[in-house]
């Protein structure tokens, strides 16, 4: 019988597929429960479908066991709401205070050219775009190196 024919008979009240799936849950609890107490072990709980391979559920046994374990997954978890942190203003605001801010910048020209037009190397430092900043090493005795170790600035005139 198809999938859907199956699911209109559920709705109007009859399915002959459920009368077969009832009995052959019953078989296998009879078996389970003598095969138990012939083992002397404690039998798993009568109406749970987990100890039963897959194969032999029917198909409305699987969708139970999906719906089952779905519910199982719902309940480890706390809704999102109660997990996630709500901030309040103050708390924004200090969090906001202590971000370092980010300053746009705009190419002025070659290094050589910031350095005489602002001579102090803080200052060019502020001056230089990231592609610049990744290029030039300041070290700390006050001198400008480039990437391959060249000097640039010796800390009182360029090179």
């Given at each position: 019988m198809s999938r859907v024919a199956r699911s209109v008979l559920r709705k109007i009240g009859f399915d002959p597929s459920l009368d077969d799936e009832?009995?052959?849950q019953l078989e296998?609890?009879?078996q389970g429960q003598a095969?138990?107490?012939?083992?002397?072990?404690?039998?798993?709980?009568?109406?749970?479908?987990?100890a039963v391979p897959?194969?032999?559920l029917s198909e409305s046994?699987?969708?139970?066991?999906?719906y089952r374990r779905q519910q199982a997954?719902?309940?480890?978890?706390?809704?999102?709401?109660?997990?996630?942190?709500?901030?309040?203003?103050e708390?924004?605001?200090a969090r906001d205070k202590d971000r370092p801010k980010w300053t746009q910048t705009n190419f002025e020209g070659p290094i050589e050219k910031l350095i005489e037009k602002y001579k102090d190397l803080e200052e060019v430092r502020r001056h230089l775009t990231l592609g610049q900043s990744m290029k030039y090493e300041f070290t700390?005795?006050?001198?400008?190196?480039?990437?391959?170790?060249?000097?640039i600035y010796d800390g009182e005139k360029l090179v």
């Open positions: 009832h009995r052959q296998r609890e009879v095969g138990a107490a012939a083992t002397g072990g404690p039998s798993k709980e009568a109406g749970s479908l987990e897959d194969e032999l046994e699987t969708r139970h066991e999906k997954m719902a309940g480890r978890f706390t809704p999102a709401a109660e997990r996630l942190p709500i901030m309040s203003a708390e924004r605001k700390e005795d006050g001198k400008v190196l480039d990437k391959n170790g060249k000097l």
